[in-house]
């Protein structure tokens, strides 16, 4: 099993910055991947990021060159930096684990995130 605290929402101005932090708990934190993903009320969840266990990121194109993510195998975190945000990035975003090429099973509670313009 899994625990994922995500933490470090808010509210922020358009071109602001904010950083997300997920820590985890259970399982050796270096045995799984970890991604981030987002939701808006009514829409389905989006793909943001995600970092392999050997960091190995990877983006989507509406975050990328904007947003960072980067893990901390010491203090069993992950982190997703955000700058540049936009109105559209409002949301409430998520960490997830996963071991190997499996589905992500493993959620935290999520954190709100809201740009305004």
């Known amino acids: 099993q899994v625990q994922l605290v995500e933490s470090g929402g808010g509210l922020v101005q358009a071109g602001g910055s904010l950083r997300l932090s997920c820590a985890a708990s259970g399982r050796s934190f270096s045995s799984y991947g970890l991604g981030w993903f987002r939701q808006v009320p009514g829409k389905e969840r989006e793909y943001v990021a995600a970092?392999?266990?050997?960091?190995?990121?990877d983006y989507a194109g509406s975050v990328k060159g904007r947003f960072t993510t980067s893990r901390d195998n010491v203090k069993n975190t992950v982190y997703l930096q955000m700058n540049s945000l936009k109105p559209e990035d409002t949301a409430v975003y998520y960490c997830a684990a996963r071991f190997g090429s499996d589905s992500y099973d493993y959620w935290g509670q999520g954190t709100q995130v809201t740009v305004s313009s």
């Open positions: 970092i392999s266990r050997a960091s190995v990121v």
